[in-house]
């Protein structure tokens, strides 16, 4: 359920953003002036699509230097990936605590995004939001990675 909602938020982002940047070329070639609101959108559409895409690559599909892995035991290889795995867990935790920090100043300071005038925590609530999603991710794959080595070993 969780990959679900991942894979649409990022599908989402990308689909706006794609829409806004094509929009924003027809207006600068037919207007002669861009959209402003377009480069505003997508910047924070941006952060919230790259969290949501480590958080869909955690399924091992991401690029990894597997060196030392592929030369150790199988426990050996479990704790690696699983320490490697627990430090990115709480690099995403710290991310949501300050994060939350940010947006809670955000919006006591009242700030507002450049072009739009939008209450600036909206959009920096992207950022512990997706570090969360990523948080879960990471999470879920220690799980899931613990689960398989010790269905292999009881075999």
Not at 14 to 19: D, E, P, R
Not at 78 to 105: D, H, N, P, R, T
Request: hydrophobic letters at 55%; a neutral charge.
């Amino acid at each position: 359920m969780l990959s679900k909602i991942e894979k649409l938020v990022a599908c989402v982002c990308v689909s706006i953003m794609a829409v806004l940047v094509f929009v924003n070329v027809i207006a600068r070639y037919v207007f002669g002036n861009s959209l402003a609101v377009s480069d505003e959108m997508s910047t924070y559409l941006f952060v919230l699509m790259s969290f949501m895409g480590t958080a869909v690559a955690r399924r091992k599909a991401h690029l990894g230097l597997s060196i030392v892995t592929d030369h150790v035991s199988p426990r050996a290889r479990l704790i690696i990936s699983m320490v490697m795995y627990a430090i990115s867990a709480l690099f995403c935790l710290l991310i949501v605590i300050f994060g939350i920090q940010m947006v809670i100043s955000q919006y006591q300071m009242g700030q507002e995004t450049a072009t739009m005038q939008w209450p600036e925590w909206i959009y920096g609530s992207f950022v512990p939001i997706g570090a969360a999603f990523a948080m879960m991710a990471f999470l879920q794959t220690m799980v899931q990675m613990y689960k398989e080595f010790k269905a292999e070993e009881d075999k």
